[in-house]
């Protein structure tokens, strides 16, 4: 069998597997967030953060929430981090700087997980455990809570409230994650991963010397990371190291982790909105952008020109062997068409195409499928944005699922498409200007610029994967990296739950011959064309600057 040939095949049984999951997570998530009964763990949780699960919120209240919650989680990991030095079973590390304190504890409370520190060389098994894991569980379920909030503001009129964030919250930690983590935990330990609390060992080499490792409850902490879409690693080489994933089988199952949720929610969407077709729809245009950027980048990295590929059967440079260049291809899409980060591969190894290919996943703003919770409430407001379009050419009034689409809705939308381009330009801009950190390139030309260029834009979305040729252990990028996470994470919800609360607070516009169907084939290919356009029309003369002009080089 072809290298071609066996990456067709696992992308194939990938499909199948999410298919075959699609519906029973997707409505059973329904039934979690539309359910007014509290398990007896969820209510003990309430009662100790006293909460009241069973008061409604209108938007501001939501929102204070997101951000309390939050502002506590990074304070709480800043903490520990700079403790570590005197925490039990910290293996002998010391406690981490303060500057790369603050960015690791921004990058896990704002689901993005960017690490600037060699993971087994830095955090103990108190942080890891305590602090990274944990917010892998919570970030993800923020995600998830948000996204619930507009999917009632669509679902609802004649009223502003969202349902309660400590419920929404709860909920999707008790009832979907900590559940779903258990399992594929257990599944990885069988493959292979190891889940342990024991110390440094010396290790021998096959050349000759030892080498130090540590373990850890690694098995548990990759099950949540790729579930929540979190990323992020206990090993620096991350999901290329075999105690992470150990085996090809591993690393499909791993993808399936990563989507499997985000494409979940669309039925969850369709059934709270009182219309699966509408899930479908938004389906369809996620899996067609996924499955086209699939394609391309196995293309880039399998018939890429040049004799040492050729040779080798592709792009080998920078890719585990017991993966090869088709499972490497599909990894590197998923986990940057969602909010993820997890590498199996080294992306600034790929083709300057397949590079490419890579970022403008994350440029797109992660919505095919996105990550867990924030890929359906970006996706939603790209279908605002698609429909106030179709209604422009038309010179109709846009609806969408029975709301109109007025002045106040198409602004909200609009500044959340700008938050993040704004920050990946500007941040990226200022980076090549300033001597200090162009000084952090390992590379020069447009590679280099590419290595900014995708630093900030994982930050910046929310990603967390990186070009790997990039010193960003210093206090600019520690520091500015940090600054783009937390604007990039907060100030879209800030307008997601804005939206849903106008939404929520309209009568709903009963569907007329002149309404757009938009769960037909054809306002898909228009959704699919106004993510493709915005995007290009955003960050083409970045890209022509870096991958593009390296690729075509």
């Known amino acids: 069998m072809g290298p071609v040939t066996a990456g067709v095949l696992q992308l194939l049984a990938l499909i199948g597997a999410l298919a075959l999951a699609y519906i029973p997570l997707g409505t059973y998530m329904a039934r979690v967030y539309a359910s007014d009964r509290h398990w007896r763990v969820e209510r003990w949780i309430y009662k100790g953060i006293g909460a009241d699960p069973d008061t409604e919120m209108r938007w501001p209240a939501y929102l204070r929430g997101v951000l309390a919650f939050s502002v506590v989680g ?19 590390f010391r406690s981490i700087d303060p500057d790369q304190a603050f960015n690791t504890a921004v990058s896990f409370v704002t689901n993005t997980n960017w690490q600037s520190y060699y993971g ?11 602090g990274l894991a944990v917010q892998n569980f919570v970030s993800a379920a923020v995600g998830i809570a948000v996204a619930v909030a507009l999917v009632r503001g669509f679902a609802r009129s004649r009223t502003g409230e969202l349902g309660n964030f400590w419920a929404d919250l709860v909920r999707g930690v008790v009832r979907v994650l900590v559940p779903l983590a258990a399992v594929a935990a257990v599944v990885l330990v069988a493959c292979g991963a190891i889940q342990n609390f024991s110390g440094i060992h010396e290790v ?77 729809a938004i389906l369809a245009t996620m899996a067609t952008i996924w499955i086209g950027f699939t394609a391309l980048m196995m293309w880039t990295e399998f018939a890429h020109h040049g004799p040492a590929f050729d040779l080798a059967g592709g792009a080998y440079e920078g890719k585990e062997v017991r993966f090869g260049v088709g499972a ?8 940057t068409l969602t909010s993820t980060g997890a590498v199996n591969a080294f992306h600034s190894s790929f083709t300057g195409l397949g590079g490419g290919v890579a970022m403008l996943g994350m440029m797109l703003g992660e919505i095919a499928p996105g990550g867990t919770g924030s890929g359906l409430y970006g996706m939603l407001i790209m279908a605002v944005i698609a429909v106030f379009i179709a209604g422009l050419m038309v010179g109709r009034t846009p609806e969408y699922l029975g709301k109109k689409i007025g002045s106040r809705e198409i602004k ?38 590419s290595e900014i260029l995708y ?3 994982s930050a910046s979305n929310n990603n967390g994967s990186a070009f790997a040729g990039l010193n960003a252990d210093t206090q600019w990028f520690n520091s500015t990296l940090g600054l783009c996470m937390l604007f990039g994470r907060f100030l879209p919800m800030v307008f997601v739950l804005a939206l849903a609360g106008s939404l929520a607070e309209q009568t709903p516009v009963p569907a007329t011959a ?40």
């Open 204 to 280: 021998g080499q096959f050349m000759g010397g030892q080498q130090q490792w540590n373990g850890g409850a690694v098995a548990s902490q990759e099950a949540i990371k790729e579930i929540g879409t979190n990323g992020g690693g206990y090993f620096n080489a991350n999901s290329a190291h075999p105690f992470e994933n150990p085996t090809p089988f591993s690393n499909l199952f791993e993808i399936f982790l990563i989507l499997v949720i985000p494409f979940a929610l669309t039925r969850t969407f369709g059934l709270m909105v009182g219309s699966v077709r509408q899930g479908y």
């Open 412 to 449: 909200l939308a609009a500044c959340y498409i700008l938050v993040t381009p704004a920050l990946v330009l500007v941040f990226t801009a200022l980076a090549m200007a300033l001597p200090t950190p162009a000084n952090s390139m390992t590379n020069s030309g447009a590679h280099g610029f």
């Open 120 to 130: 087994e060389q830095a955090m103990g098994h108190v942080v890891q455990t305590a």
């Open 74 to 92: 990074v304070l709480f990991l800043y903490l520990l981090q700079r403790l570590q030095g005197v925490l039990p079973r910290s293996l002998g």
């Open 514 to 553: 002149g309404t757009l169907r938009t769960d037909k084939p054809l306002y898909a290919g228009l959704l699919v064309g106004t993510i493709i356009v915005i995007t290009g029309l955003t960050y083409f003369p970045a890209l022509a600057l870096g991958p593009l002009a390296e690729g075509l080089a």
């Open 328 to 335: 490497s291809s599909i990894f590197a899409t998923s986990t």
């Open 455 to 457: 630093a900030y834009t």
